[in-house]
């Protein structure tokens, strides 16, 4: 199935640097999600954009609903420890949120103390 | 947030028996329930969508048949792996929302299926 481009793969930084991790679609999104997934764990939630444009913050992180509706990016700031994980962007295409999510593949983050 | 409760966490199981997997939204009412596949190092693929008092709506590639779904109460959706063999091992995580615009759904904890 379609999926999308999330990028870095993975990400090896030490504590108290900032990390920028973004997806990308080949057709426009009308949502965009980035979720947290620790190991065993099912994915949480941390920030939903709904709007073109839109700048979104929860805490240390930041994302972004990409002006041309078919990107986003999450940036952490002062990263810790905790922040280890693996970070998933997911969107719709279309409207209505009963409609499935399309997911990207991933961005693992290390945080070195 | 809302509470979405999986259980089991973690399952063995002989092949070519059962074996059911619980999602229950604890403090909400969940009119749709999702039900994930995830392998190792991979992303969440989604197996069926099930709205609740409906039949679920299967993914394509994905056996109705061996995976049963029932979504018979707005609180409780039941995945049934049946006759499983070695290669469903895997992590199953379901998901669950309410109605309402710009409403997400919440995850259970996921459940580790080992068939042996």
């Known amino acids: 199935g379609q999926q999308l481009n999330q990028s870095p793969q993975s990400m090896f930084i030490q504590e108290g640097e900032d990390v920028s991790m973004n997806c990308t679609s080949s057709s426009i999104f009308n949502t965009w999600l980035w979720y947290k997934q620790e190991p065993g764990e099912g994915p949480v939630l941390l920030i939903a954009l709904y709007k073109a444009g839109e700048l979104t913050s929860n805490g240390r992180l930041t994302a972004q609903f990409g002006i041309t509706r078919k990107d986003s990016f999450l940036n952490i700031s002062a990263s810790i420890p905790s922040d280890v994980g693996i970070y998933f962007c997911?969107?719709?295409?279309?409207?209505?949120?009963?409609?499935?999510?399309?997911w990207g593949l991933g961005t693992s983050l290390a945080v070195n103390p | 947030g809302a509470v979405v409760s999986q259980h089991p966490s973690r399952v063995i199981c002989k092949s070519g028996t059962s074996v059911k997997i619980e999602c229950r939204s604890l403090?909400?009412?969940?009119?749709?329930m999702f039900w994930y596949r995830q392998f190792p190092k991979k992303s969440l693929m989604l197996m069926a969508t099930?709205?609740?008092?409906?039949?679920?709506?299967?993914e394509q590639g994905v056996e109705k048949d061996k995976f049963l779904i029932n979504h018979a109460s707005l609180t409780l959706s039941t995945l049934t792996v049946t006759s499983a063999h070695p290669e469903d091992s895997s992590f199953y995580i379901c998901?669950?929302?309410?109605?309402?615009?710009?409403?997400?759904?919440?995850f259970g904890q996921g459940t580790r299926l080992t068939v042996v």
């Open positions: 099930s709205n609740e008092g409906s039949k679920a709506t299967y």
């Open positions: 997911a969107g719709r295409d279309r409207a209505g949120n009963n409609r499935k999510l399309i």
């Open positions: 998901s669950a929302k309410s109605t309402g615009a710009n409403t997400e759904a919440f």
């Open positions: 403090d909400f009412q969940a009119t749709t």
